[in-house]
């Protein structure tokens, strides 16, 4: 069932005002710390031990003697041994005492077991809690039954390996790096059968994995992932807000893509199979016609998750988007709430977050400003779960 909503709220009784703004140190880290210093809040960054420098020497702030900000956006980090010790008892329990806010990113949903984040941390998430787990595909309740329920167009499913008849991309994790994509395209069985033994012997897909693997017609168009932002503390009909937009940068295919189709030919067969593990983002705006399109999509989600997963949507989350030939986006992944790609646009803001806004706007300052704002209205409870 999880923690009562009323449970982690009354944790709130005890905190400061304003409260300190949290997150691990992975995925969108540095937007969350700079957003939160950019709108005069604490930030605090969970680090795991040998991952920590970036944050605890390279962003690390630091004050002049008036005590001010001069350089950074990380005003504390704790290391831990492993990303799964910020669920410990002991650290739960400083972190409520520290008075922090924990901003969910999928390193958490992945370093630290679901069923512990649901029922075991005693500590307020900026965000939805319940929602987290409908990012895993294998789940039979997860975002593709949102997004039905939701009339959102998904690619269509392929049932099975044998019934491949035309460019299809099958997606499972990697199989060591679970948090990165093992996926591959096929045209037909043949090309599935070979490239699954090519991928199992490199190490990158685990046949256990491909029966719980789940089978797409490809939709070709450019990549757009919508970074959306979802407040309570608004009107409904003011609730919705796009930021920006941004696209991956995966290895190796977009090196592949980069060589003229001649060298890609004089590859080694096995190195001709793109990875698409995502190593950054870029970013990009749309053409406005697609607009209206973009936020009826954003609108129905957010309706679907209130009715499916109370309170709904809260704070940040991510359509990712093909755009088809006819210039319809079509919904291949979802985030449950920051996204990956955020940091494109950290201190500069989103380019439709800033001019909602009338200033720079990212997705980082866009939830330290909410967590300021239900702070010092007496509304904090109403953005956390």
């Given at each position: 069932m999880g923690l009562p909503r009323e449970e982690i709220q009354?944790?709130?009784?005890?905190?400061?005002?304003?409260?300190?703004?949290?997150?691990?140190?992975?995925?969108?880290?540095?937007?969350?710390?700079?957003?939160?210093?950019?709108?005069?809040?604490?930030?605090l960054v969970l680090a795991e031990a040998g991952r920590e420098s970036t944050?605890?020497?390279?962003?690390?702030?630091?004050?002049?003697?008036?005590?001010d900000r001069v350089r950074g956006c990380v005003d504390e980090v704790w290391v831990l041994p492993h990303f799964s010790d910020l669920a410990s008892p002991a650290s739960q329990e400083r972190l409520r005492t520290r008075g922090a806010l924990l901003v969910p990113n999928r390193a958490l949903s992945?370093?630290?077991p679901l069923g512990t984040i649901e029922n075991?941390?005693?500590?307020?998430?900026?965000?939805?809690?319940?929602?987290?787990?409908?990012?895993?595909?294998?789940?039979?309740?997860?975002?593709?039954?949102?997004?039905?329920?939701?009339?959102?167009?998904?690619?269509?499913?392929?049932?099975?390996p044998d019934a491949i008849d035309g460019l299809s991309i099958v997606k499972l994790p990697h199989a060591s790096r679970r948090l990165e994509r093992g996926f591959f395209t096929a045209a037909?069985?043949?090309?599935?059968?070979?490239?699954?033994?090519?991928?199992?012997?490199?190490?990158?897909?685990?046949?256990?994995?491909?029966?719980?693997?789940?089978?797409?017609?490809?939709v070709?168009?450019?990549?757009?992932?919508?970074?959306?932002?979802?407040?309570?503390?608004?009107?409904?009909?003011?609730?919705?807000?796009?930021?920006?937009?941004?696209?991956?940068?995966?290895?190796?295919?977009?090196?592949?893509?980069r060589l003229p189709a001649a060298q890609q030919l004089e590859l080694p067969e096995a190195d001709r199979i793109p990875v698409y593990t995502v190593v950054g983002h870029g970013t990009l705006t749309v053409r406005e016609s697609i607009l209206d399109e973009?936020?009826?999509?954003?609108?129905?989600?957010?309706?679907?998750?209130?009715?499916?997963?109370?309170?709904?949507?809260?704070?940040?989350?991510?359509l990712q988007t093909c755009i088809d030939a006819a210039g319809h986006p079509v919904v291949f992944d979802v985030a449950a709430r920051i996204g990956g790609g955020t940091n494109?646009?950290?201190?500069?803001?989103?380019?439709?977050?800033?001019?909602?806004w009338r200033g720079p706007m990212s997705t980082g300052r866009r939830i330290a400003l909410e967590i300021r704002r239900a702070s010092s209205e007496g509304r904090l409870a109403e953005v956390i779960t």
């Open positions: 009354a944790l709130l009784e005890r905190y400061p005002t304003p409260p300190v703004v949290a997150t691990v140190g992975s995925h969108s880290a540095l937007d969350v710390a700079d957003g939160a210093v950019t709108e005069g809040l604490v930030s944050y605890s020497r390279y962003f690390l702030t630091v004050r002049g003697a008036g005590g992945s370093y630290v075991d941390l005693l500590v307020p998430i900026v965000g939805s809690r319940s929602m987290l787990r409908i990012e895993e595909r294998t789940e039979r309740e997860n975002y593709y039954t949102l997004l039905e329920s939701a009339g959102i167009p998904t690619p269509p499913v392929v049932s099975g037909n069985p043949t090309e599935y059968h070979t490239k699954v033994k090519h991928l199992v012997d490199r190490g990158i897909v685990a046949r256990d994995d491909l029966a719980r693997a789940r089978i797409e017609r490809y070709v168009g450019p990549v757009f992932n919508f970074n959306f932002f979802f407040s309570p503390l608004v009107p409904r009909a003011e609730g919705l807000e796009l930021l920006g937009v941004d696209e991956r940068r995966e290895s190796n295919l977009d090196g592949l893509v973009v936020f009826r999509l954003g609108e129905r989600f957010v309706e679907a998750s209130r009715s499916r997963y109370p309170p709904g949507i809260l704070g940040p989350f991510c494109v646009h950290l201190g500069l803001g989103h380019p439709y977050g800033n001019a909602l």
